[in-house]
């Protein structure tokens, strides 16, 4: 049974079921219908005794039977005996032999050997002292045949039935578990062609087997989705680190070459440099974006003091202080992992120089709005084209690859768009070409002081 399919197994299992609830409805029917007999049997035999006493009557001190009294009818045998129990008029069949003492007014079955008869007898009186007997016997209806005879019908249709009842449940199952072969036949296919842009696509209807396709057509979506997005990740990573080492490549094979002149040695050992940073800064880049992806980068969050952050941030770091302006919120504090959030800041200030006007401005503001804490840093610089602004958090994307400079690679703000998420935030951008850019981070507030003890 275990090794069968489900199909088979339903249809074996319903076919059983059916078979038992046939046995079942025949032995609900057989103890009805005798039920039924026997009752319609004592009615008959209490209707026939009672209309033959009420032909009853005395005559001159004599028994008068009248017209209306029957010694025989409907199967019912009537007897008359005298109040000392002799027979006075009436035949007593020939296979009743009992000697059934009188009981007034109850119906009962009487055994006598192979026969079952059903007794009524009723007591009539006549005068003060006297009266007579009236029995009623009548053959009682032989519920064992009839049980017979049903069971034998019964057996005789049974395989009929059986086969029946099993090719319809095969049927029937088949039928159901349609929808499940062709998503069988599709996961089949995706697996086998490795072809996810197959669906299952069953027509319409609620039923779980639409329910199971529409979820697993959802999931070759999702699936390939991220195929498309992990082999375009990789062509662009290696297209961006290929390039650096081409050149680096190229430029060890002119320096073999070719005699230089020290200045020009120089510049080639600068340009190497340049290109070894990028790479560098590319892998540190894709290690930290593979870490958020696969989760393994844990944010620690504290409690961090934004002003001291940001004056300690902006002041290590070789930014040009006479174009950096810092308008902090005294004391602020907010929810967040220090070392990312310091990473996510940075990232920003570098973009807002890097693609700033030259001799630009940049504003870094901190402070608590609403609900909300908001980090923004803004720029007077080239701004971004409205229809640009959605795809900058998508990674390698770049608006303009030679304004990026020799470190960036399309990948610093989809670390940020990443960094906020982890830290509960979220990134919003406002910019106007050749007005500038706001980058705001926003950050809910800090729990309770205590709370996060
Ligand atoms: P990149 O390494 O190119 O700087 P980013 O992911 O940091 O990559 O930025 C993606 C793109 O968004 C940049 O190439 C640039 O075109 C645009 N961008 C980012 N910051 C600014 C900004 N402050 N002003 C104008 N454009 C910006």
């Not at 057989?30 to 039920?35: E, G, Q, V």
Request: charged letters at 20%; glycine letters at 6%.
């Amino acid at each position: 049974m275990r090794n069968l399919s489900v199909k088979l197994r339903i249809a074996v299992w319903l076919t059983l079921l059916m078979a038992l609830l046939a046995g079942l409805l025949l032995a609900f029917m057989l103890s009805i219908s005798s039920a039924v007999i026997s009752q319609t049997a004592m009615s008959q035999l209490s209707q026939t005794v009672r209309s033959n006493v009420s032909q009853i009557g005395m005559s001159e001190g004599k028994l008068e039977l009248r017209d209306g009294f029957y010694f025989y009818r409907n199967g019912v045998s009537t007897l008359v005996y005298s109040q000392s129990e002799s027979l006075l008029a009436g035949q007593i069949p020939v296979s009743f032999t009992a000697a059934e003492p009188f009981q007034s007014g109850t119906t009962r079955t009487v055994e006598d050997g192979n026969e079952r008869y059903l007794v009524l007898d009723v007591w009539l009186p006549m005068s003060w002292e006297s009266g007579v007997w009236v029995r009623g016997l009548l053959e009682s209806p032989d519920n064992r045949q009839l049980a017979g005879n049903l069971l034998t019908m019964a057996l005789a249709a049974l395989p009929a039935f059986l086969i029946m009842a099993a090719l319809g449940s095969y049927w029937i199952a088949r039928r159901a578990f349609r929808p499940l072969d062709q998503i069988t036949a599709t996961a089949k296919e995706i697996n086998e062609a490795r072809d996810l842009s197959r669906r299952i696509s069953l027509p319409s209807g609620r039923n779980e087997f639409h329910r199971l396709a529409s979820t697993f057509d959802q999931l070759f979506e999702r699936l390939e989705r991220s195929f498309e997005a992990e082999e375009q990740f990789t062509a662009n990573a290696s297209h961006e680190l290929r390039t650096p080492v081409s050149i680096i490549k190229g430029a060890c094979e002119y320096v073999e070459k070719y005699d230089e002149t020290p200045e020009e040695r120089q510049e080639t050992i600068s340009m190497i440099h340049r290109q070894a940073v990028k790479m560098s800064s590319l892998i540190s880049q894709l290690l930290s974006m593979t870490r958020l992806d696969q989760g393994t980068e844990v944010a620690h969050m504290e409690r961090v003091n934004l002003e001291e952050l940001l004056r300690a941030l902006c002041t290590e770091q070789a930014y040009d202080q006479e174009r950096l302006t810092l308008e902090l919120q005294p004391g602020l504090t907010a929810w967040a992992d220090p070392v990312l959030l310091s990473r996510l800041i940075q990232n920003l200030i570098e973009n807002a120089f890097k693609y700033g006007k030259p001799g630009g401005h940049v504003w870094v503001c901190a402070d608590s709005r609403g609900n909300e804490i908001q980090l923004r840093v803004r720029d007077d610089g080239i701004g971004i084209p409205d229809e640009q602004q959605e795809k900058i958090w998508k990674r390698f994307y770049q608006v303009d690859p030679s304004r990026s400079g020799a470190g960036g690679a399309g990948l610093g703000l989809s670390l940020v768009w990443q960094i906020a998420k982890l830290l509960g935030g979220s990134m919003t951008l406002e910019s106007v070409p050749d007005v500038g850019s706001v980058f705001t981070l926003h950050l809910p507030l800090p729990p309770p002081a205590g709370a996060d003890r």
